[in-house]
């Protein structure tokens, strides 16, 4: 998996599953990224699975007008596609970034590269555009 920066969609993972949401996906398989965080312990996720949750978490903020300025193009057309809000998955969604945020492998990954802050700036952003 290649990674080339602390961004929600600087990585493979988190890329390669817009791809696959713009060819086949519709909000329950935003849902269901965001589920596979809860209903499992964060500290034994994959880190492929908390990319991806972070990528479904910033399009429900999206979906209700709270876009990244980096989201990618391949996003943009799928918010168009969908085009109605995810208001009923916002709490939802702050809850997983949290827990990734504290608790998941992707934390550990940029604390021992010595790049927590700049993950940290970016999920604190995340945070922030899915507050009510």
Known sequence: MAEWGP?????????????????????????????????????DLEAADCRIALAAADLVAALDGDINPNLPQEAEEWLT??????????????????EIQEFSVLRAKYQDKGKLDDWEKVITALLKRLEL
């Open 7 to 43: 961004g929600i969609y600087e990585n493979d993972d988190a890329m390669d599953w817009i791809y696959d949401l713009l060819d086949s996906g519709g909000l329950s398989r935003v849902k269901h990224a965001l589920d596979v965080v809860l209903q499992d312990d964060v500290e």
């Open 81 to 98: 596609l969908v085009n109605k809000s995810a208001s009923g998955l916002r709490g939802k969604a702050e809850e997983v970034v949290r």
